[in-house]
Nanobody, 116 residues
Framework: QVQLVESGGGLVQAGGSLRLSCAAS?????????MRWYRQGPGKQRELVAT???????NYADSVKGRFTISRDNAKNTAYLQMNSLNPEDTAIYYC?????????WGRGTQVTVSS
């Protein structure tokens, strides 16, 4: 069973930065399948934040475009979400996700809180 483990969340002031990491327990998991970052803010539905395909193509939600950067390090089996210019609306639990051959893999999430 593949495991995804997020880290890097925390409390940051508005305008600050954080880098989230998502480590996969299986070698090559992200390079073969791509991955996504989702988030769920208080009282909100889970929303897609950023995607990186197996080929390295990236896409972002309009709300984070220009501020967030998704990337991965295949040698470390780890994906990242660099978040800059954070604002209170970015407060959420951030999850990494992979769909592989019709199966969904989710991490447990990491909390990001942005204070004004």
């Amino acid at each position: 069973q593949v495991q995804l483990v997020e880290s890097g969340g925390g409390l940051v002031q508005a305008g600050g930065s954080l880098r989230l990491s998502c480590a996969a327990s299986t070698r090559g998991f992200f390079s073969v399948n791509g991955m996504r970052w989702y988030r769920q803010g208080p009282g909100k539905q889970r929303e897609l934040v950023a995607t990186i395909s197996s080929g390295g193509r990236t896409n972002y939600a309009d709300s984070v475009k220009g501020r967030f950067t998704i990337s991965r390090d295949n040698a470390k089996n780890t994906a990242y979400l660099q978040m800059n210019s954070l604002n209170p609306e970015d407060t959420a639990i951030y999850y990494c996700y992979v769909n592989r051959v019709g199966s969904d893999y989710w991490g447990r999430g990491t909390q990001v809180t942005v204070s004004s």
